[in-house]
C-alpha cells in the first residue's frame, strides 16, 4: 500500500484511505480526476542492468511472490509510465491482468501535442477557451495547470509538445520568450515531456534585421545556429521544431528560390549537435492548382532524400484538410528515403467544434491502418510511420493538433477530452481498438458501471461515422460556409477559388463531385499505388463511403442499393440525423449515472448536435437541388428553413472560437 501511495504522490496524486484522489488544484477536471483506484502493494524497481526490449520509456510489471506488483524499468520515466498503467488497469477494474506479465513498450518514439495557440493567447481552431499558457504571467507566475496537464499528458505516454501556432509569430525566439518556454520546460521534465517550438521562417529579418531569410545565406545560417545554441544554453533538452513553410501565407525557403530540403536542412543542422529535430509540415498548396489533393506529393516526392536525417516530413492525415472523411494522404507512400510522420487534429475544427461530441480514434485509426501497398501487402500508413517500411525506426514520430484551451473541461466539450486521452494512447499503441481505448477514458472519467459505460461507449463509437452523414457523406468535403469552418456552406465565396466549397464538390446540372480519375479527371488516383489506383479510378469498385472524392457523378448514377446518388444523398444525411437524434435518447437514459452538472453539459450539446444535423441537410441539399432539380423524398425529415434563409444566415465568430448555442439557426426536433 505504502509504495503506491509514495509513488503516486510523486506524481501529484494524494492517496487517502485506502484509495487515492487527484490533487487538482486548478479545479479543472481530468481523466486523472474524480474516480477512485483500489490500491494494490507495489514497488519500483530501476533496473541496474540494461533491459533492451522494454528501452528508455517501458516497463514491465510482474507480481513477486508476496503478491505485490513489481514494476521494472531502466529509467525514472519508464517507471512513472508503468505507474500510470498500473493506476489506469486499477481504476478500469482491471487488476486481474496483472496475473501474467506486462510488457509495455511505446510504439512511437515521438508522441507530440502541437499547440496552435498565439501569444495573445487565441487558440487557432481552439474552441475551449484562451490558451494554457499565460505569456504575460510567464516567467513570474506558475499556475498549477500546468503541472496538471504535463500529469495527463504522462499518464497517456505524450512525450512533447509544441507549444505554439505554425502560424508562428518570430518573437517566440525571442530572448523574452524564451525565459518563458524554459519555466514550462522545467515542469514538464520530470514528466518525460519536452517541449518543441513553432518557428517562423523569416525571424532572421524579423527578430535581427537581417536583409534576407535565404536559407543558403552564410549570415542566416550563422544566425539560426546563434539561436539554436542560445536555446539548448536555456533548455537543454529542448526539442526541436516545427515548420509551416510557403503555406497559406507562411514565409519559407521558397521565398528565395530554394527548396523545403534546403530550408529544413538548415534548420536541421543547427539542432542536430543537440539532438534536436525538425518536422517540417507538407500542408502546402498553391491557388492555382487544379487540384490542391495532389500537391503534397507533387512537391516533396522530388525531394525525397535529400532531407537530413533528422528531418521528419509532417502529414495531415488526408490529402487536403482534416475532413471529416478523406482517404489517407498518398504522400505516406510515396517517400523512400525521408523520415515521415502522421500529424492528426484533435481539435475538431471540421467536426462540429467543442459542440459536437465525435469520437475521433476511428478516424485517426482509419488511416494509420490503411494499406499503402508501397511495399507490397502490409504497407499501412501506422508501418511506414514507424519506420518499419524502410527499416528506419529511429525517427518515428506521431502529432495530435489538440483541443487544450483554459476551459474549466481542457476541452470545452465533456467528450472531447476522449480525443485527447486517446490520441496519447494511440501514439503509445496504434494497435489498441477504438473500442478499448474509449472503455478506458469512460470508465476513468464517469464510471466503471456497465450500465453507463456500454451505452456511451455505443454511442460515442458511433459519432464519427454519424458526423460524417450529416455533414459531408459520400466523399464530399470542405462544403463548409466562411473561414470558421462550422456550418454550411455550399455557396460561399472566397478571395481563393480553393478556398470555395464549389472547388470541392462541383455540384452542377451534370452532378456533383470531383473527378479525379485517370482519363477524364486530375488522375489524382494515380499517386496512389496499385491495387488501390484502380480501385479509387473505377466508379465501379470505388468505396461509396468516398466515391464523390474521386468521380463526379450524374445526380440519377445508380448506387449499388439501387437508390439515385440523388436519394442516396438524402437518405445518407438522414442517417445521419436520426443517429445524432438518438444520441440525446441514450445520454437521458444515463442521467442517473452523472452529476447534473456534466449530464446538462453534454445534454444541451447533443441536442444542438442534432439540430446541426438538420440543419447541414438542409443547406446542403436545397442548394444541390438547384441543379438536380430532384425532390426530397418524403420519408426524410421536412427541411425546416429556405436556402434563402440559410444563405441570409451569419454566424459572425473568428478562427479562434466556438459558436454559442444560441446564436445557431432554429430548430425544432421532434
Ligand atoms: O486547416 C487549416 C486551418 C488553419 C491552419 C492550417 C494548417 C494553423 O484552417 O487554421 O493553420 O490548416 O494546418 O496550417
Not at 647 to 661: K, M
Request: some cysteine.
Amino acid at each position: 500500500m505504502f509504495g503506491l501511495a509514495v509513488a503516486l504522490m510523486a506524481m501529484g496524486i494524494q492517496s487517502c484511505g485506502g484509495q487515492t484522489r487527484p490533487e487538482n488544484k486548478s479545479g479543472h477536471d481530468l481523466w486523472l480526476g474524480d474516480i477512485t483506484v483500489p490500491v494494490v502493494a507495489v514497488n519500483k524497481e530501476l533496473l541496474k542492468q540494461y533491459d533492451k526490449e522494454i528501452g528508455d520509456e517501458g516497463f514491465r510489471i510482474k507480481k513477486n511472490d508476496k503478491g505485490e506488483a513489481v514494476i521494472y524499468a531502466n529509467t525514472q520515466i519508464g517507471l512513472m509510465y508503468g505507474t500510470y498503467h498500473l493506476k489506469r488497469l486499477g481504476e478500469c477494474g482491471d487488476l486481474s491482468k496483472l496475473d501474467k506479465e506486462i510488457v509495455e513498450v511505446p510504439a512511437y518514439k515521438y508522441r507530440i501535442l502541437n499547440h496552435w495557440d498565439n501569444p495573445n493567447l487565441t487558440v487557432e481552431r481552439g474552441y475551449a477557451g484562451k490558451s494554457l499558457w499565460k505569456w504575460e504571467e510567464l516567467p513570474g507566475k506558475i499556475r498549477p495547470e500546468y503541472e496538471e496537464y504535463a500529469r495527463a499528458n504522462a499518464s497517456i505516454g505524450i512525450n512533447g509538445t509544441v507549444l505554439n501556432n505554425v502560424n508562428a509569430d518570430a518573437r517566440m525566439l525571442s530572448r523574452e520568450y524564451l525565459e518563458k518556454v524554459k519555466v514550462l520546460a522545467d515542469i514538464f521534465r520530470p514528466y518525460g515531456i519536452k517541449v518543441y517550438l513553432s518557428l517562423n521562417f523569416a525571424a532572421p529579418k524579423h527578430l535581427a534585421n537581417l536583409k534576407t531569410s535565404d536559407p543558403l545565406d552564410k549570415d542566416v545560417i550563422k544566425w539560426w545556429n546563434d539561436k539554436v545554441a542560445e536555446i539548448y544554453s536555456i533548455i537543454p533538452d529542448f526539442g526541436g521544431f516545427l515548420v509551416k513553410a510557403n503555406s497559406e501565407g507562411q514565409s519559407g525557403p521558397q521565398d528565395y528560390g530554394r527548396t523545403h530540403a534546403d530550408g529544413a536542412n538548415m534548420i536541421a543542422d543547427a539542432v542536430k549537435p543537440f539532438g534536436g529535430i525538425v518536422m517540417w509540415r507538407a500542408f502546402v498548396y498553391a491557388a492555382e492548382s487544379p487540384d490542391r489533393a495532389k500537391q503534397a506529393v507533387e512537391e516533396f516526392k522530388p525531394l525525397d532524400g535529400q532531407f537530413r536525417d533528422n528531418v521528419i516530413i509532417q502529414i495531415k492525415n488526408g490529402p487536403v484538410d482534416f475532413q471529416p472523411r478523406e482517404p489517407f494522404s498518398p504522400l505516406f507512400g510515396q517517400l523512400e528515403h525521408t523520415n515521415i510522420m502522421a500529424e492528426m487534429q484533435i481539435t475538431q475544427e471540421y467536426l462540429g467544434h467543442s459542440n459536437h461530441m465525435v469520437y475521433l480514434h476511428p478516424m485517426w485509426k482509419e488511416c494509420l491502418d490503411s494499406d499503402t501497398y508501397q511495399k507490397g501487402k502490409g504497407s499501412t500508413v501506422a508501418a511506414e510511420t514507424l519506420g518499419k517500411v524502410h527499416g528506419n525506426t529511429q525517427w518515428s514520430a506521431i502529432a495530435g493538433v489538440t483541443n487544450i484551451g483554459d476551459s474549466v473541461n481542457w476541452c470545452g466539450h465533456q467528450m472531447a477530452q476522449a480525443n485527447w486521452y486517446a490520441f496519447g494512447r494511440m501514439a503509445w499503441n496504434p494497435e489498441l481498438s477504438s473500442e478499448e481505448i474509449l472503455n478506458e477514458w469512460i470508465k476513468q472519467t464517469f464510471t466503471t458501471d456497465d450500465k453507463f459505460v456500454e451505452p456511451v461507449a455505443k454511442m460515442m463509437l458511433a459519432s464519427r461515422e454519424a458526423c460524417v452523414k450529416y455533414e459531408m457523406p459520400m466523399g464530399l468535403h470542405h462544403t463548409f460556409k466562411g473561414p470558421d469552418h462550422y456550418g454550411p456552406g455550399p455557396w460561399d465565396r472566397s478571395s481563393r477559388p480553393d478556398w470555395e466549397p464549389a472547388y470541392y464538390h462541383k455540384a452542377a446540372a451534370d452532378g456533383v463531385g470531383f473527378d479525379r480519375t485517370s482519363k477524364t479527371g486530375t488522375d489524382a488516383v494515380s499517386q496512389y499505388h496499385e491495387p488501390l489506383k484502380s480501385l479509387y479510378d473505377n466508379v465501379e469498385t470505388c468505396p461509396e463511403n468516398l466515391i464523390l472524392w474521386f468521380h463526379h457523378l450524374p445526380w440519377d448514377y445508380k448506387m449499388k442499393d439501387g437508390h439515385t446518388l440523388w436519394d442516396e444523398l438524402c437518405y445518407t444525411y438522414e442517417e445521419g440525423i436520426k443517429e445524432a437524434r438518438g444520441f440525446i435518447d441514450t445520454w437521458k437514459s444515463v442521467e442517473k449515472y452523472v452529476d447534473p452538472y456534466r449530464f446538462n453539459q453534454v445534454y444541451e450539446r447533443l441536442v444542438r448536435q442534432a439540430k446541426d444535423a438538420i440543419w447541414w441537410r438542409d443547406a446542403t441539399m436545397l442548394y444541390f437541388q438547384q441543379y438536380s432539380k430532384m425532390e426530397i423524398p418524403s420519408d426524410c425529415t421536412p427541411a425546416q428553413h429556405t436556402l434563402d434563409e440559410l444563405r441570409r444566415f451569419r454566424l459572425g465568430i473568428s478562427n479562434y472560437e466556438t459558436p454559442a448555442l444560441d446564436k445557431l439557426p432554429e430548430y425544432t426536433l421532434e
